[in-house]
């Protein structure tokens, strides 16, 4: 037997943690960059109607991990490479990262025009968050006797608003909200075209009363 593989054989032995943990997280780490490199193929050269959903980020993370961990020393120093070899991590930081960050600063409390907040809601309650440039946020908050309680907790939804004198319209692919507002800064629903979701989000009589 060459001295090497006795070497290794003898290192993997008292290792063996080690080894074990290289070779799981770097098992992943090959699989999960695989997928990724295929779906970014299928996205950006293949123009692929559908493309798969993948891990973006994990498998290079997970990388970098399961190849610090190994007992040989040159692949341990040069684990970082699995944060290049993860081709899902370049998109991410340039596409993802800024669409997130735009999002949070578009809904910001500092962007935001108005609040609304239900009164008659008997099976939860509805807030319509309404932010510059014509984007509003309706969220709402199911009653739930307990955490054990089945059903929906919560659910929001993303529309582009407009008021104009006293009339409220809040708009999203094929849904149209219409709300009457009172001196008072009241609002009422008085006309909705269109599915919602969750149902009953949006009913003839809805108020909620103006909080900011």
């Given at each position: 037997?060459?001295?090497?593989?006795?070497?290794?054989?003898?290192?993997?032995?008292?290792?063996?943690?080690?080894?074990?943990?290289?070779?799981?997280?770097?098992?992943?780490?090959?699989?999960?960059?695989?997928?990724?490199?295929?779906?970014?193929?299928?996205?950006?050269?293949?123009?692929?109607?559908?493309?798969?959903?993948?891990?973006?980020?994990?498998?290079?993370?997970?990388?970098?991990?399961?190849?610090?961990?190994?007992?040989?020393?040159?692949?341990?120093?040069?684990?970082?490479?699995?944060?290049?070899?993860?081709?899902?991590?370049?998109?991410?930081?340039?596409?993802?990262?800024?669409?997130?960050?735009?999002?949070?600063?578009?809904?910001?409390?500092?962007?935001?025009?108005?609040?609304?907040?239900?009164?008659?809601?008997?099976?939860?309650?509805?807030?319509?968050?309404?932010?510059?440039?014509?984007?509003?946020?309706?969220?709402?908050?199911?009653?739930?006797?307990g955490a054990t309680e089945p059903g929906i907790a919560e659910s929001s939804g993303v529309y582009q608003w407009t008021l104009a004198g006293a009339s409220l319209v809040l708009s999203s692919e094929g849904v149209r909200v219409s709300f009457r507002q009172d001196e008072a800064g009241t609002l009422e629903c008085?006309?909705?075209?269109?599915?919602?979701?969750?149902?009953?989000?949006?009913?003839?009589?809805?108020?909620?009363?103006?909080?900011?």
């Amino acid at each position: 037997m060459p001295g090497w593989i006795a070497d290794l054989k003898t290192d993997v032995e008292s290792n063996w943690t080690a080894w074990l943990t290289f070779s799981l997280l770097t098992g992943f780490f090959v699989l999960g960059a695989t997928v990724n490199a295929g779906n970014l193929y299928l996205a950006f050269v293949a123009r692929a109607e559908r493309v798969p959903s993948g891990v973006p980020v994990l498998p290079g993370l997970v990388g970098l991990v399961g190849l610090g961990v190994c007992p040989i020393p040159w692949v341990a120093e040069h684990a970082w490479l699995a944060l290049i070899l993860d081709l899902s991590i370049i998109p991410t930081l340039l596409i993802s990262v800024p669409r997130i960050l735009l999002e949070l600063w578009q809904t910001g409390r500092f962007n935001r025009v108005h609040l609304y907040e239900s009164l008659n809601c008997d099976d939860g309650r509805v807030s319509i968050k309404l932010y510059r440039r014509g984007m509003g946020v309706v969220i709402k908050v199911f009653h739930r006797e307990g955490a054990t309680e089945p059903g929906i907790a919560e659910s929001s939804g993303v529309y582009q608003w407009t008021l104009a004198g006293a009339s409220l319209v809040l708009s999203s692919e094929g849904v149209r909200v219409s709300f009457r507002q009172d001196e008072a800064g009241t609002l009422e629903c008085v006309d909705r075209t269109g599915p919602v979701y969750p149902p009953g989000l949006f009913f003839p009589g809805l108020r909620l009363a103006q909080r900011q």
